[in-house]
């Protein structure tokens, strides 16, 4: 498969027409031992980040407190406890520093404060001691490739061409250098990857828009000064950092992605983390085959990287009712990373469409992808609203992107109760319909199907760690795979099709005790076989031992 842009946004948009179908997924049986207290144990070791579920949160769409419309700490704190309910146990927030607002905040004025919009340095503390009474840790977006235009260091550098950061960014005479980095004739959005500015007459390269510089990371000051905004962060309290297009930092005539440069730039971030045990680094990966490359021998680059390859391609496997590609995807994860890698794993975010839309012909399929989301081996990272199951928007402030960014509902009428004044975004469609309040009570709600998964999950170790085995199958409509642990082992299988199905598998055995603890198929023992039955749009969770 070739290699795709950082922002398939496109990709999952691909999918079009309509088909639905029922769900019955059973609830979750009683436990038999205390999961609340294993949850507690698993969470608050190091290696609490393989066992936690995450939330990507945009504070500025989750709730205000001030009526100004836009989302803020305060409204943010005052929500934590929804999160704790839903059985999340870590969030991931994007950009909170000052920003102009070209890129949603992706464009970081000032690496040292809050947006203004959002509250003070304070009022983040309050949320961080919240989230921590709560035990939910905060990992925040750092975004180092680029800065905003208007930040400080480019507002210098831009000024001569021989001020003392003259060298912080990437400049050039001609918009079209002999060493133009990776030959990149276009940038992720607009037009040319060099900006021309009228202060300097010079060009400047731009990954991104051309208000998002790129840092020159060839300079040791870059590198020193973006080392120590980490630590300023982790002194305030946070649980690590989610690394935005992280591979990008360097660039080169030859290539631009994850060059050794930039991997060595990755390992002097981890000795920073790593000074503050229980701090973890996710990547944003650029490489939409294979994520393995971010972690490093395992141990000294990322402690996860997301799998996009799943994360925002999973629709195709869904649109063509095969199972194939599932099997490479996750047959590399197997072959190919190193050993303490650990995946983390998303069915959207807020680049790309709702999932709840990204196959249109099949809207079922998001909760078969959230199941798998849940059940492979790694680390989910819900999208918030996506445990809503919320729709599209339709207006746009900065760009199409805004369609999966619109304010949560959280209760019928004016304002959703996200806002007394007028959200900044509008909400989504049927926004009573989706919102908290009418969906928290509905047993075949999108948030009580949520709430049955991160039930499941919860206080079992074999779901972020257990041995992970792909089952073939005769059966291309079916991805199944087995989970195992000392404590327990499942078989997981999900049809692809909205049709019966069902396969015959050699590459797993069967006590007779096993038992549905999650779906509407059914596994069966046949002599030295197992037997998967699905209905249409089905799935199921086994509970072998
Ligand atoms: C990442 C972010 C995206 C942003 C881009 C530039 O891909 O997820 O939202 O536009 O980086 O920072």
Redesign the pocket.
């Known amino acids: 498969m070739p290699r795709l842009p950082?922002?398939p946004s496109i990709l999952v948009a691909l999918v079009l027409a309509s088909c639905s179908g029922e769900e019955t997924s059973s609830p979750p049986p009683l436990p038999a031992i205390d999961r609340e207290a294993e949850a507690k144990r698993l969470l608050s070791g190091p290696d609490w980040y393989r066992h936690a579920v995450f939330y990507e949160l945009y504070v500025r769409s989750f709730q205000d407190s001030d009526g100004d419309g836009i989302g803020d700490f305060r409204g943010a704190t005052s929500r934590l406890d929804y999160l704790k309910s839903l059985g999340v146990d870590a969030l991931w927030l994007?950009?909170i520093m000052p920003t102009p607002f070209k890129?949603?905040g992706?464009?970081i004025a000032d690496y040292r404060n809050i947006n203004p919009d959002y509250g003070t340095l304070a009022d983040f503390d309050e949320f961080l001691t919240e989230a921590k009474k709560r035990g939910i840790r905060v990992v925040i977006?750092l975004?180092l490739?680029?800065t905003s235009d208007q930040h400080p260091w480019f507002q210098e550098s831009r000024s001569s061409k021989d001020n003392p950061k003259a060298d912080w960014y990437v400049w050039s005479d001609t918009p079209n250098p002999p060493d133009n980095p990776c030959g990149l004739q276009q940038p992720?959005?607009g037009t040319s990857p060099w900006a021309f500015d009228t202060v300097r007459n010079q060009y400047y390269f731009h990954?991104?828009?051309a208000e998002?510089p790129d840092l020159n990371y060839r300079n040791p000051e870059v590198v020193e000064a973006t080392l120590d905004i980490a630590r300023f962060w982790l002194d305030r309290g946070v649980d690590g950092f989610r690394c935005?297009?992280i591979a990008l930092l360097h660039e080169s005539k030859e290539g631009c992605d994850l060059l050794p440069e930039t991997k060595d730039y990755i390992r002097s971030l981890r000795k920073v983390v790593d000074g503050y045990p229980g701090t973890v680094l996710v990547a944003?990966s650029?490489n939409f085959e294979d994520a393995s490359a971010y972690f490093g021998n395992g141990s000294d680059m990322f402690h996860m990287a997301f799998n996009f390859a799943y994360g925002y391609l999973w629709g195709f496997d869904f649109m063509s009712g095969k199972s194939g590609r599932l099997y490479e995807v996750f047959g590399k994860v197997l072959t190919n990373y190193p050993p303490g890698s650990q995946d983390a794993l998303v069915i959207g975010?807020?680049?790309v469409v709702r999932s709840s839309v990204a196959v249109k012909k099949h809207p079922w399929s998001t909760r078969r992808a959230a199941e798998l989301q849940m059940f492979l081996r790694g680390t989910p990272f819900i999208y918030y609203g996506e445990e809503l199951g919320l729709l599209p928007g339709q207006a746009t402030v900065v760009d199409l992107?805004d369609a999966a960014r619109t304010p949560m509902p959280w209760e019928p009428g004016p304002g959703q109760g996200f806002t007394t004044g007028t959200p900044w975004l509008p909400f989504g469609p049927d926004a009573d319909r989706l919102s908290v309040a009418s969906q928290q009570a509905d047993p075949s709600s999108n948030l009580t199907f949520y709430r049955g998964l991160l039930a499941l999950r919860r206080g079992h170790a074999i779901w972020g760690t257990g041995t992970l085995k792909l089952l073939p199958l005769d059966n291309e409509h079916i991805f199944a795979f087995s989970r195992e642990n000392d404590e327990e082992a499942y078989l997981v299988a999900v049809n692809l099709t909205d049709e019966p199905q069902q396969a015959i598998t050699s590459a797993t055995s069967l006590p007779s005790t096993g038992v549905r603890v999650w779906g509407n198929g059914s596994v069966q023992a046949q002599s030295n076989e197992v037997s998967i039955d699905l209905p249409g749009e089905g799935s199921v969770v086994w509970k072998i031992r």
Do not use: G
């Open positions: 950082v922002l994007m950009p890129d949603s992706y464009d977006d975004v490739n680029h992720i959005f990954r991104f828009y998002q935005d297009v944003e650029t975010s807020h680049d992107r």
